[in-house]
């Protein structure tokens, strides 16, 4: 399956720290980028979108940067709270295609 | 209220049984998914269907045949279930004139296992 070699790559952070999860894409096409955080048990959950056409979006604790030349979008938590353990998904899609390609997640754990 | 619920949540069958998870939606969207979870918490679009009409076929195999009958449902049937079948399954909606470019609305998941 396409799964076969992934792993799911992990980052830990303390209480109150500022997080940063990346990820690549590979669609130099892709106009439309969005990150979705999902808890244990759950389905995804919608945090913050960017179109191509901006390079940073702010939302409440959460910021998300583009960079297209590189292909890469982060997703910044301010001062991390033991409710932000999830895993964290960015997704894109291209105008047309109709439907969001999921990257492979980072789980985020917080230490206290 | 939930927006997109999906029922069953949870699912042990056999291999080869013939297996349905139903999913429904109140948020008024047009537009329906159908994603796999895998163990390593791959996320793979596998259909979706816009009013009713079959617009995206991920390459799943046969086995799986998706079903609306309206806008608002969105079923999945699996025939003859295989040990890889085994997998948390999600189902989605978006508003109209945004599919692929706006949020999706997920459900909390069908998990499938198959023994």
């Known amino acids: 399956g396409e799964s076969v070699g992934r792993h799911l790559p992990t980052l830990s952070v303390q209480e109150g720290d500022n997080s940063i999860i990346n990820c690549a894409y590979s669609?130099?096409?892709?106009?439309?980028f969005i990150w979705y955080k999902q808890e244990s048990g759950k389905g995804p959950q919608f945090i913050i979108d960017?179109?191509?056409?901006?390079d940073k979006r702010q939302g409440q604790r959460v910021t998300v940067l583009l960079n297209k030349t590189v292909k890469h979008l982060s997703l910044q938590i301010a001062a991390t709270q033991p409710g932000d353990s999830a895993v964290y998904f960015c997704?894109?899609?291209?105008?047309?295609?109709?439907?969001?390609?999921f990257g492979q997640g980072t789980r985020l754990t917080i230490n206290p | 209220d939930t927006a997109v619920s999906q029922t069953p949540k949870y699912l042990v069958t056999q291999m080869g049984n013939d297996k349905s998870i139903k999913c429904e939606q109140n948020?008024?969207?047009?537009?329906m998914y159908w994603y796999k979870q895998d163990s390593k918490k791959f996320l793979k679009i596998m259909f979706s269907?816009?009013?009713?009409?079959?617009?995206i076929n991920e390459t799943v195999p046969n086995r799986f045949s998706p079903k609306s009958p309206d806008k608002a449902h969105l079923n999945l049937h699996i025939n003859s279930l295989e040990l890889g079948d085994s997998a948390v399954y999600f189902c989605?909606?978006?508003?109209?004139?945004?599919?692929?470019?706006?949020?999706?609305?997920f459900g909390e998941g069908s998990r499938l296992t198959v023994l």
């Open positions: 269907y816009n009013n009713k009409e079959l617009i």
């Open positions: 997704a894109e899609s291209t105008q047309g295609a109709q439907k969001l390609v």
């Open positions: 960017i179109r191509s056409n901006m």
């Open positions: 989605a909606s978006s508003p109209p004139g945004l599919a692929g470019t706006g949020e999706l609305f």
């Open positions: 669609n130099s096409a892709s106009d439309y």
């Open positions: 948020l008024g969207h047009d537009t």
